[in-house]
């Protein structure tokens, strides 16, 4: 678990930013609706990424919007029915491209600010 | 699933509380999240509370404004939003009016239906104001194409005792008008009947006017060509015979040729020297072609003889009233000064385009203000339509103020919607108007003055199109204050929202005003109807509507012997009676409705009136033998002329009903004696005394020297006539005297053939006259029925016109009671469900409608008649022998509309009825 050690404001700018890199990489794996995405987000980070209702669905349609993920309605038998999320080609480019550059960012942090991933 | 619903109404009132209104797919997937969480947190083992209060925490930890942006992204609101966006962004007051005339074009190009209809209403109401207006403006409001026209005025003689309202004027009292300072300067005439002669040409009758040299400078209008009469000239000169032609004249008859002025017009034998052609389109007074120079002194003629007219300019500073007043005083002097000729006689000034429109001026007012009506109704039938339509984008219009429109928005694209309908429509009505009007100026069956200068103008499109766009404007503002203001309050017994009553009110007072205005456009056609018909049947005391009449003119040097005028004369319908097809024939000096020269008389063996002026006045005309058969005249006692009365013959008359009536009270007239004093009748009417043997040696009296004062001459009544109608529509037949033309001759006689058919009787006419009188021109010829329909084509125009309308009115209104109550019935659903479970049988809730209806209507006919009463003075102008107050045409009317009405509301009573109660109570 990356416990980052900057200064509020700029953790929370930072939080903004990946929001888009949390869900898309998360779809990457596997198709989800809304309440499992930001559920695994919370659990696999640890309980420091968390959105909240509103947040996360205003990310899921701006995300929806640009074409990077696409969503449907699915009903199982037994379930109410629930809307999934998939990501696009397009997505999955986006999120090459976001992975690269978190990485150098992250590179940067450790070179120059001497962060340490725990 | 109760906690769902749970779920999701709090969801709602979240939302909404933070100013949003999200599509239902998104609150699905909002509660789907807090089920989800909800069930996560009882597998981890919490208690119901906990989980319950985890949701609602993560419910209110939410910032429902970040979903702003995707709520609008919904594809229903789409489109509202992207205007609503561009709108905020550009920020520019221009680009938001584009923008919001864009998509108002946009939504009707979706929904064509409802603009069609409104514009096709709003193109008819503009294209009918527009033509009426460019009528109207052409033919009354346009000033007189003279210098100042509104100084202009023309003079009357009236006289009570004689029933005399509108007569011409005596030439001597003229001249003392004339010298008033309050006129600047005054012309007069006299018309003469003018046979043209030219070389080479047919012999034509040329209208005439005999004129004092001044007349063109008291209107101000020279000649085109050529100097006219001199300015600053005398008023007549009795040696040297000048005229003036007019443009008409010139290019028809003289194919425009320059030449024309200096050379010599014959006319009646005499020749003029033309000074000069008129301008184009100058016919003052009416249809005039040549104007003589008057060759006598006016003053020097007699006060007794009315036969001129005249045209007056008031001077600079001095009004109508002013001139009135001070020719009373005048002709009270006169009367004073010279009681045997002017005691009882006055003087009318008229404004001259008063004078000039007779009957159209009333006529035309009463039908701008019918079609303004219409327009009125047309604009409340839009006003109705622009309502329902508003009211039902009350939900589209509430989501637009929940996502942050203002109200300014809102009001700029109804605004759009609206200024797009109206322009739309007066484009529409613009082109009807302008390809209507050249085709109703060449379908009208009369000659209005001025109107075939009518051309749609500026004015008249500004006048429709700020009507039209004014109104409409103003009624899409209406339904948008109302939506904008009222609360959406349902109202629980009857289902219905606040802003609906609101709407029902003014959508029953727009119903009431299109009610009220059919009711008064139906009315006055009603009573126009009833004016033509009492026109049709008012007796005429003749049967010849397919007798063919013309008028023939016996003047100039070869006819200055009387004899021979009267012997021609005679000799021409005797050959006409001789040709093949005629059955009957003969001549008279005045056709029926018009009326006769007067004059004084006597009774022989009953004592003379004291003064000569006492004397009772009747008419007097000349009539030829076969003229009372021609005409289908009946006769009452003795006989008509034959043509053994003859001039050397003993005087002989025939009287009319009326006249033995008043007259002769034993019932006895045939065989009584008449007596009559010569006076003047007409400029050159002649009595027995001129025209008997007279001795070879004495000269024939000079053919316009004045008629002189003789003693008294003696006629035996032969025969009284039933009345034939010698006055016009409306005024009752006046005791008539008629002599034999004969005995009793005049230049000019109109000649009624009956005959088989028209064309042998036009044939007729014409080889008569070229066997008897060669050189003499034939006037028109037209049936008695043609001339009849002629003198009630005006108001028979007007009421066909009023009918069309009040139809249209009619229909309009209808629909304005259909649509309201199928609205008002499909709102009230619930109210009905309600009256139907609790029992009311479907024919009560039928009956209630109706009855709401019938309030209604009943509401706008009583508005209509008091319409009718403000608009009483207009309409007692133009209709005759019927109160504007008429009971039948009132009754009709009325009736006709309610039935209409009902009618209208008869489908959405019947939906009404067959409400399901379920259904209905379900509605909500």
């Known amino acids: 678990m990356t416990k980052l050690l900057l200064d509020r404001s700029a953790i929370e700018a930072a939080k903004k930013g990946s929001a888009d890199l949390f869900i898309l990489a998360l779809l990457d794996d596997d198709d989800h609706h809304g309440y499992e995405i930001g559920r695994q987000i919370e659990l696999r980070s640890g309980g420091d990424v968390r959105f909240t209702m509103a947040s996360l669905y205003a990310t899921l349609y701006r995300l929806e919007e640009r074409s990077l993920i696409k969503g449907r309605w699915v009903e199982k038998a037994g379930q109410r029915r629930r809307r999934y999320y998939r990501i696009t080609d397009s997505g999955r480019a986006m999120l090459a491209t976001q992975r690269e550059d978190w990485a150098r960012f992250i590179v940067a942090l450790t070179q120059v600010a001497g962060v340490r991933p725990a | ?924």
């Open chain 2, 1 to 924: 699933m109760t906690s769902s619903i749970q779920f999701r109404s709090e969801i709602e009132r979240r939302v909404a509380k933070s100013g949003l209104v999200l599509p239902d797919a998104t609150l699905d997937e909002l509660v789907a999240y807090l089920d989800d969480l909800h069930a996560a947190a009882l597998e981890e083992g919490v208690s119901a509370d906990e989980a319950r209060r985890r949701a609602m925490t993560a419910l209110e930890e939410s910032a429902f404004s970040l979903l702003q942006r995707h709520a609008a992204q919904h594809p229903d609101r789409r489109q509202a939003a992207r205007a609503d966006l561009v709108a905020q962004s550009a920020g520019g007051r221009s680009l938001n009016v584009m923008s919001a005339v864009r998509l108002a074009i946009r939504q009707f190009q979706q929904h064509p239906s409802f603009a069609i209809v409104t514009v096709m209403v709003l193109g008819l109401g503009v294209g009918a104001a527009t033509t009426v207006f460019t009528i109207v403006d052409s033919v009354v409001l346009r000033p007189l194409p003279y210098a100042q026209p509104d100084q202009l005025v023309t003079l009357w003689d009236t006289n009570t005792e004689k029933g005399l309202a509108h007569d011409p004027l005596s030439p001597v009292n003229f001249m003392d008008d004339r010298a008033l300072p309050v006129f600047k300067d005054a012309a007069a005439w006299w018309r003469p009947s003018v046979n043209l002669v030219d070389p080479g040409q047919d012999p034509v009758r040329v209208t005439t006017i005999e004129v004092s040299g001044n007349l063109f400078e008291v209107l101000g209008v020279g000649p085109q060509l050529g100097t006219g009469f001199p300015t600053g000239g005398p008023l007549y000169v009795t040696n040297e015979l000048i005229c003036v032609i007019s443009d008409r004249l010139w290019r028809t008859r003289y194919s425009s040729d320059p030449s024309i002025v200096g050379r010599p017009l014959v006319l009646n034998g005499i020749p003029y020297l033309v000074q000069g052609v008129m301008p184009a389109k100058f016919n003052y007074p009416d249809d005039i072609d040549v104007w003589q120079r008057l060759r006598w002194p006016m003053e020097r003629h007699s006060r007794d003889a009315h036969f001129m007219e005249a045209v007056a300019r008031l001077a600079p500073g001095k009004t109508i009233g002013e001139a009135q007043a001070a020719i009373d005083s005048l002709t009270a002097r006169l009367a004073a000064e010279f009681p045997i000729t002017n005691k009882g006689w006055g003087r009318r000034v008229i404004p001259l385009l008063d004078e000039q429109l007779g009957y159209y001026r009333p006529a035309l007012m009463v039908l701008f203000g019918a079609v303004g009506l219409l327009l009125i109704i047309g604009c409340l039938n839009v006003a109705s339509l622009l309502l329902t339509r508003a009211l039902s984008r009350e939900k589209e219009i509430a989501v637009r103020v929940a996502m942050g429109a203002s109200p300014r928005q809102l009001i700029v694209q109804l605004l759009a919607e609206s200024a797009v309908l109206s322009v739309a429509g007066a484009v529409v009505g613009t082109v009807a108007a302008i390809v209507t009007l050249p085709l109703l100026v060449s379908m009208m069956p009369v000659t209005i003055p001025r109107l075939e200068e009518a051309a749609v103008d500026g004015r008249a499109l500004g006048l429709g199109l700020a009507v039209i766009i004014g109104t409409t404007i103003f009624f899409g503002l209406v339904p948008a204050l109302v939506l904008l203001r009222s609360q959406i309050v349902n109202d629980l017994r009857t289902g219905e929202r606040g802003s609906s009553r609101g709407a029902r009110t003014i959508y029953s007072v727009l119903v009431v005003g299109e009610v009220a205005l059919a009711c008064a456009l139906l009315v006055s056609s009603g009573l126009l109807v009833r004016t033509v018909s009492q026109m049709m049947d008012t007796p005429t005391g003749i049967d010849a509507a397919d007798v063919v009449v013309t008028s023939v003119q016996l003047s100039g040097r070869d006819y200055a012997d009387w004899r021979k005028t009267g012997r021609v004369h005679g000799a021409i319908i005797d050959n006409i009676r001789r040709q093949p097809g005629v059955i009957a024939a003969g001549g008279s000096n005045f056709l029926p409705f018009e009326v006769g020269w007067r004059g004084g008389f006597g009774i022989a063996g009953e004592p003379a009136a004291a003064r000569p002026e006492d004397a009772p006045q009747v008419q007097y005309h000349s009539v030829s033998d076969g003229y009372f058969e021609s005409l289908g005249a009946a006769l009452a006692q003795g006989r008509a002329f034959a043509p053994t009365d003859e001039m050397d013959t003993a005087g002989v008359v025939v009287v009319n009903e009326s006249f033995a009536q008043r007259f002769f009270s034993d019932g006895r007239a045939v065989g009584r004696v008449i007596t009559t004093t010569s006076g003047a009748i007409g400029p050159l009417g002649l009595n027995l005394v001129r025209i008997r043997p007279r001795d070879p040696g004495t000269p024939p009296p000079a053919a316009n020297a004045p008629p002189v004062h003789t003693p008294p001459t003696s006629f035996e009544v032969i025969g009284v006539v039933k009345d034939v109608r010698n006055a016009p529509f409306g005024q009752p037949v006046e005791p008539a005297l008629y002599f034999t033309t004969r005995q009793y001759t005049f230049r000019e006689q109109f000649v009624t053939v009956r005959a088989a058919d028209r064309a042998s009787a036009v044939a007729a006419i014409r080889n008569a006259l070229q066997q008897e009188a060669p050189n003499v021109p034939m006037g028109v010829a037209r049936t008695w029925g043609e001339r009849f329909s002629i003198r009630t084509a005006e108001p028979r125009l007007l009421m066909t016109i009023l009918l069309f309308f009040g139809a249209l009115a009619g229909l309009l209104a209808a629909l304005g009671v259909y649509g309201l109550f199928s609205w008002s019935v499909a709102l009230r659903k619930r109210e009905l469900a309600i009256r139907l479970t609790l029992g009311a049988r479907p024919a009560e809730v039928g009956a209630l409608v109706v009855r709401q209806s019938a309030i209604l209507v009943v509401s706008g006919l009583a508005a209509g008649i008091v319409i009718i009463r403000l608009a009483e003075g207009a309409l007692t102008r133009v209709v005759f022998g019927v109160s504007p107050s008429d009971a039948t045409a009132l009754i009709t009317a009325s009736s006709l509309l309610l039935i209409a009405a009902l009618i209208a509301c008869v489908p959405p009573a019947l939906r009404a009825m067959r409400v399901d109660p379920v259904e209905g109570l379900r509605a909500e």
